[in-house]
């Protein structure tokens, strides 16, 4: 059973990655969306807390990255990047989806 | 894959509704069923005919209605947040004295069963909001 998280804001705006990290179950799956796509970026007030969490993938959405004229240069290392199909296809490949919100 | 969606949050508000509409493109165009988009809380405001947005802005309530008709999907407002936000259809009209009506072409009232016969008929509920 896995599920893929999604989490719509950033760390300096609510605590849900936070939230979303400390109870995703080992192998799941985090897609950062609209205002979550800040907390991908490497150097942020909350980067360890994507940086630690080693039993989990990570994805961000390039429109939203690109949206707000951020870099993919300067995402935190082992991120992925992916459009909207993309996005499709993780909510297809995981059992479920839940967004934090 | 047959999917549906749940929207919580008012268009023009934040970014929800526009990623909603982009992940039901997307979706579509991979070849996947939208059963059902729930509009839920503020989200009840994507049902409105009643906004004007500028010229050059996207019209999210009518882009939602072009996406159900040219796919044929159901969308379906929440009447207990409708009744809150002003968002009311014929039925709606006669039963609270309205002097008129505002939903959107391809939307309808209904209730909390809606979205949950949605999350039995379908594969993935994907819910985008606040």
């Given amino acids: 059973m896995s599920i893929l998280h999604t989490v719509n804001k950033s760390t300096y705006e609510r605590d849900t990655l936070e939230a979303c990290v400390r109870l995703a179950a080992k192998g799941g799956s985090v897609l950062l969306i609209e205002d979550g796509v800040y907390s991908a970026m490497s150097g942020g007030n909350k980067s360890s807390v994507i940086e630690n969490a080693k039993d989990l993938s990570f994805y961000v959405l390039g429109p939203d990255i690109k949206a707000r004229g951020l870099g993919e240069d300067r995402l935190i290392d082992g991120i992925k990047v992916v459009d909207y199909k993309g996005f499709v296809e993780l909510t297809v490949s995981n059992d479920s989806v839940t967004a934090w919100l | 894959m ?28 991979a070849g996947h069923d ?57 039925g709606e009209m006669t039963r609270n004295k309205k002097d008129g009506m505002n939903i959107m072409d391809g939307f309808r009232i209904s209730g909390l069963g809606q979205l949950i016969e949605a999350g039995i008929e379908s594969d993935r509920l994907v819910v985008f909001g606040d």
């Fill in chain 2, 2 to 29: 047959k999917f549906s969606i749940q929207v919580s949050e008012g268009p023009y508000n934040h970014e929800s509704s526009v990623t909603a509409i982009n992940f039901v493109k997307a979706a579509v165009e």
């Fill in chain 2, 34 to 90: 939208i059963f059902r988009v729930f509009f839920y809380h503020d989200g009840v405001n994507n049902g409105t005919n009643y906004a004007t947005p500028p010229q050059d802005d996207m019209n999210i309530q009518k882009t939602w209605s072009e996406l159900a008709a040219a796919h044929d999907i159901d969308l379906v407002v929440c009447v207990a947040a409708a009744q809150r936000r002003g968002i009311v259809d014929e």
